[in-house]
């Protein structure tokens, strides 16, 4: 199976820790998105990547979160100094750049701050 | 901005009852529109899209029709299983140029033998 993959698929931290979560697309798939999952909501948009580029950031995203997605392959998600309220699942999605826009989800990261 | 409303769950049916899930949408333009499904402690997978208004998308006898005039997109199954227990999503495709997903707050449906 070649979906897309996230790792941890689940990370226990401390309040003031920094944590990093990868994820790796569909291979060819260009657009890759990351999305933030609290319980019982729905997935919210954090940023969008056009191979390497990051061409949108949500405001969810504050100043300590940052993305990269180095060669237009993988994907790295960095909070630093995390706190209570960063507890969510963080979700991964890629798909490809033409006539269609439908999104591949990995299994998420489900992150705890404790 | 674009906006996804969903029917509050849970909704709790008998095994072979016939399942609506309502899902109305704003949006400028004309978005794409998703049903995805979460089974507990996993990721979203795709139940159907349909593109353009009056497209039907269907899978594993899950139906949504995309209804322009009314901005809906609701999610049904003629008979449902102890299977399809899960949590349902519906979402739109931004059109302004990322694709970026706008989603309701998701529907859990527990279905009982």
């Known amino acids: 199976d070649t979906g897309v993959s996230q790792d941890p698929r689940h990370k226990i931290t401390k309040r003031g820790q920094n944590v990093t979560f990868r994820c790796d697309p569909i291979?060819?798939?260009?657009?890759l998105y990351w999305y933030r999952q609290t319980l019982g909501q729905g997935p919210e948009f954090l940023t969008y990547?056009?191979?390497?580029?990051?061409?949108?950031k949500s405001r969810l995203l504050s100043d300590r979160f940052s993305a990269e997605r180095p060669k237009g392959s993988f994907s790295t998600l960095e909070i630093q100094r995390t706190e209570q309220g960063d507890s969510a699942m963080y979700l991964c999605?890629?798909?490809?750049?033409?006539?269609?826009?439908?999104?591949?989800f990995g299994p998420g990261t489900r992150l705890t701050v404790l | 901005g674009d906006s996804v409303t969903q029917m509050e769950g849970p909704v709790t049916l008998s095994e072979e009852a016939f399942l609506t899930i309502n899902c109305t949408y704003t949006a400028t333009g004309y978005p794409s529109l998703f049903w995805y499904v979460q089974y507990p402690g996993e990721g979203l997978q795709l139940l159907l899209k349909a593109t353009k208004a009056d497209d039907k998308g269907s899978n594993k006898g899950f139906e949504a029709t995309y209804r322009k005039e009314t901005t809906s997109f609701h999610l049904e199954k003629g008979s449902v299983q102890v299977s399809d227990s899960a949590v349902y999503f519906c979402a739109l495709s931004d059109q302004g140029g990322t694709y970026k997903y706008i989603f309701g707050t998701g529907t859990r449906l527990k279905v009982l033998a």
């Open positions: 990547f056009q191979n390497e580029a990051q061409l949108e």
């Open positions: 999605a890629s798909s490809v750049a033409g006539y269609t826009d439908t999104q591949y």
């Open positions: 291979s060819e798939h260009n657009r």
